[in-house]
């Protein structure tokens, strides 16, 4: 009976490391996908939605993850959005951003010993966008390596080897421009970026400069929103004339065209 008893406990402790491992397994898709619904989960990860449901529940307790409204940008049909589940801060806590307290300290010492005010905006803004600068110089050669249509997405293989799990949509809707949107589910320095917004309006500078076109921000995680999501309009194509010829292109025009900084950072809604 006592070897009995063993076998069972050691079966019971097994079945709870199980357990754990596949709750593991549901909050990293999240992270990775950003918010989902308990279908999408169980589509992703071969399990049914009544076990993903299960799981939820117990991650949803342990303040993990927590149960939101889809949001729904542009038109929203007929019909209550699908609830989805999102990464609180505490379940993002677990992913890597050990070092936010540190990097918001440092921050706010360069802010306060250049003087505060305007002019320690200024000097975080300096920093942030020297940061940005340097993270990207990481990135250029696989984006101009990249066709014109495909850098986006060369853009967002880049962002997801440094750990921001990085993904692209394309957009074709009648009610607003045609484009890609690039989601970075994760952000290592959510916390620092939700005091300091300079760093999420220093990103979509570099966004637009590697890219090479302006880009807007429409959600970040820094302001609460489950993934950050910068909108890359689509070149427009060059007209043709009725033999199917491209007409000849306009006298190219000087322009910078730079990142929405205004709203960079920050929940539009």
Same mark, same amino acid.
Request: charged share 20%; glycine share 8%; hydrophobic share 40%.
């Given at each position: 009976?006592?070897?009995?008893?063993?076998?069972?406990?050691?079966?019971?402790?097994?079945?709870?490391?199980?357990?754990?491992?596949?709750?593991?397994?549901?909050?990293?898709?999240?992270?990775?996908?950003?918010?989902?619904?308990?279908?999408?989960?169980?589509?992703?990860?071969?399990?049914? *939605?009544?076990?993903?449901?299960?799981?939820?529940?117990?991650?949803?307790?342990?303040?993990?993850?927590?149960?939101?409204?889809?949001?729904?940008?542009?038109?929203?049909?007929?019909?209550?959005?699908?609830?989805?589940?999102?990464? !609180?801060?505490?379940?993002?806590?677990?992913?890597?951003?050990?070092?936010?307290?540190?990097?918001?300290?440092?921050?706010?010492?360069?802010?306060?010993?250049?003087?505060?005010?305007?002019?320690?905006?200024?000097?975080?803004?300096?920093?942030?966008?020297?940061?940005?600068?340097?993270?990207?110089?990481?990135?250029?050669?696989?984006?101009?390596?990249?066709?014109?249509?495909?850098?986006?997405?060369?853009?967002?293989?880049?962002?997801?080897?440094?750990?921001?799990?990085?993904?692209? !949509?394309?957009?074709?809707?009648?009610?607003?421009?045609?484009?890609?949107?690039?989601?970075?589910?994760?952000?290592?320095?959510?916390?620092?970026?939700?005091?300091?917004?300079?760093?999420?309006?220093?990103?979509?500078?570099?966004?637009?400069?590697?890219?090479?076109?302006?880009? *807007?921000?429409?959600?970040?995680?820094?302001?609460?929103?489950?993934?950050?999501?910068?909108?890359?309009?689509?070149?427009?194509?060059?007209?043709?004339?009725? *033999?199917?010829?491209?007409?000849?292109?306009?006298?190219? *025009?000087?322009?910078?065209?730079?990142?929405?900084?205004? !709203?960079?950072?920050?929940?539009?809604?």
């Amino acid at each position: 009976m006592k070897y009995v008893g063993g076998a069972a406990q050691g079966a019971a402790e097994e079945q709870t490391t199980g357990e754990r491992r596949t709750r593991n397994r549901v909050a990293r898709s999240i992270l990775d996908h950003g918010p989902s619904t308990a279908a999408d989960l169980a589509q992703r990860l071969g399990l049914t *939605q009544a076990a993903v449901r299960r799981h939820l529940d117990a991650l949803v307790a342990e303040n993990v993850v927590e149960p939101r409204e889809r949001r729904v940008y542009g038109q929203r049909g007929r019909g209550r959005p699908a609830r989805v589940f999102a990464l !609180t801060d505490c379940g993002r806590d677990a992913f890597d951003q050990a070092y936010d307290a540190l990097a918001a300290d440092a921050l706010r010492w360069i802010a306060e010993t250049a003087g505060g005010g305007a002019e320690g905006q200024a000097a975080v803004s300096a920093f942030a966008r020297a940061r940005v600068a340097a993270q990207a110089e990481r990135y250029r050669a696989a984006v101009e390596a990249a066709a014109p249509e495909d850098r986006t997405r060369a853009l967002a293989r880049a962002l997801s080897a440094d750990g921001y799990a990085a993904t692209t !949509t394309t957009t074709n809707s009648d009610s607003g421009p045609a484009g890609e949107q690039l989601c970075q589910h994760h952000c290592p320095v959510a916390h620092t970026a939700e005091q300091f917004p300079e760093l999420c309006e220093a990103e979509a500078e570099v966004f637009s400069r590697l890219l090479g076109t302006h880009v *807007q921000r429409l959600a970040t995680i820094a302001h609460g929103d489950g993934v950050c999501t910068t909108f890359v309009p689509r070149a427009p194509q060059a007209p043709q004339n009725p *033999q199917g010829q491209a007409a000849p292109a306009a006298a190219p *025009q000087t322009h910078t065209d730079q990142a929405t900084a205004r !709203t960079s950072g920050r929940n539009p809604a």
